[in-house]
């Protein structure tokens, strides 16, 4: 049975707008780490909603940005040089409408009971990132969201189903991250084998995603299970309850073992690459997806959309995933599109968190704006493609977190009839690259 992708229903909406209405406005104050700003257009510019959440979350948690998403330390990348004539100058910028659901070990090790133990969460360097393989999980987790800036020019985001968390084993920001980081790493792997000579043809991300979904339904198979018999034994035995709250979602499951670690997620990519031409080679850009996450490439000088990706649905709510019960495959139902591109031109690399909540035109012109005053040496924009990214990435959320506001997703549900207000609440990542000449 396919899992269709959480959403904010009118009811929810609705509690938000009620919840809000009960929040005092006072000036903002300085912000302890437990507080959060919640920024919507009915507030004003001299007062700002601040609700304290349960658990302690700061900001940073909720928003993050950056050029890479490799951290400094890691070295587990490869050192094959790109010997591309084009290259990608990238940012991100990405809110997560909740912290991600924490990933089981042996993906994320366990808090040691001494600090004389090795390769724990003690371990500065180790820290709680985590590990699959023996070797760190690339890319960034953001809710159920995950993001990856990869060698050779490689740009990913995809969209974990959020229904997922409502199961014991669900861990959809798991299998969006484990995707985005095997699918980098055979991306890599062609890169490595070809050397100097890899060609336009040479490239294959849809088999490269093939390979990507297949590595990660190994990783997660027997994982969950056999980490909660290991407590079981430490503890004589699982409950009764658990005994038959377990059989039940087996029974429930067809095509998933017990032991597996359940998630589904939707994949997309942009891969740079060139072609060779006379009297020099020219950019091409490979775009990948499959379901709702969206490829797409702005021309800033004319202010137009050069390219968008094609949504991809079983019925509405309900787009292609790949994962636990889901009929979906790579090499089944992924799409490739081979794009001629130019110097300056812009990749966005989009989750549906953007797309729901934000018009196409509004995103063309939004970004060409962003860049407008970055070329221009606007103090603002000194970030850069950063603030290029954190711009449209706030123009997705201050729609998302409106209960008031029109939105391409409040369009789409009434069209199919359904009630629908405001923006709609969920994971924006938002991921760019623009082509650059060595």
């Not at 490595?192 to 490269?208: H, S």
């Amino acid at each position: 049975m396919l899992t269709p992708v959480a959403r904010s229903s009118k009811h929810a909406v609705k509690a938000i707008d009620r919840s809000f209405a009960r929040i005092s406005l006072s000036p903002l104050p300085s912000l302890p780490s437990r507080q959060v700003v919640l920024c919507s257009r009915r507030s004003t510019h001299s007062k700002r909603a601040v609700f304290t959440l349960a658990n302690k979350t700061s900001r940073r948690h909720l928003i993050s940005e950056g050029s890479t998403t490799t951290p400094q330390e890691d070295d587990s990348t490869s050192s094959v040089p790109n010997d591309s004539p084009f290259y990608l100058e990238t940012g991100y910028s990405i809110f997560a409408k909740r912290p991600s659901r924490a990933f089981p070990p042996p993906f994320v090790s366990l808090p040691s009971g001494s600090f004389s133990d090795p390769l724990t969460t003690h371990n500065p360097v180790r820290g709680r990132r985590p590990f699959v393989n023996g070797v760190p999980v690339r890319g960034v987790t953001n809710g159920d969201d995950a993001i990856i800036i990869g060698d050779h020019n490689f740009l990913a985001v995809n969209d974990g189903v959020g229904a997922w968390a409502q199961k014991e084993r669900g861990h959809a920001a798991l299998w969006s991250r484990l995707i985005a980081h095997f699918w980098a790493v055979e991306v890599e792997k062609t890169f490595v084998a070809g050397g100097k000579d890899v060609k336009l043809e040479d490239l294959n991300p849809i088999q490269n995603l093939q390979v990507a979904f297949e590595e990660t339904k190994v990783a997660t198979r027997g994982k969950a299970d056999a980490m909660l018999e290991g407590e079981e034994i430490a503890r004589g035995g699982p409950p009764e309850a658990d005994k038959k709250s377990r059989s039940k979602e087996a029974s429930n499951s067809k095509d998933a073992s017990s032991n597996d670690i359940l998630g589904t997620t939707t994949a997309c990519s942009a891969l740079l690459h060139y072609k060779p031409s006379t009297p020099e080679p020219t950019p091409v850009v490979l775009a990948t997806s499959l379901g709702d996450c969206k490829v797409l490439i702005v021309r800033p000088s004319t202010s137009s959309v050069l390219y968008h990706s094609k949504e991809q649905w079983h019925w509405f709510d309900c787009p292609r995933q790949l994962g636990t019960n889901s009929p979906d495959t790579p090499t089944g139902n992924a799409v490739t599109d081979t794009v001629p591109v130019e110097t300056d031109d812009l990749i966005a690399v989009l989750s549906d968190g953007v797309t729901d909540n934000l018009w196409e035109h509004e995103i063309c012109s939004t970004l060409c704006d962003s860049v407008a005053k970055w070329n221009a040496g606007d103090a603002e924009a000194k970030d850069g493609i950063v603030y290029v990214a954190r711009t449209l990435m706030n123009a997705a959320r201050e729609i998302a977190q409106d209960p008031n506001a029109e939105s391409p997703y409040m369009e789409r549900a009434l069209d199919e009839g359904l009630p629908a207000e405001g923006g709609k609440l969920d994971d924006i990542s938002v991921l760019l690259g623009v082509v650059r000449k060595k």
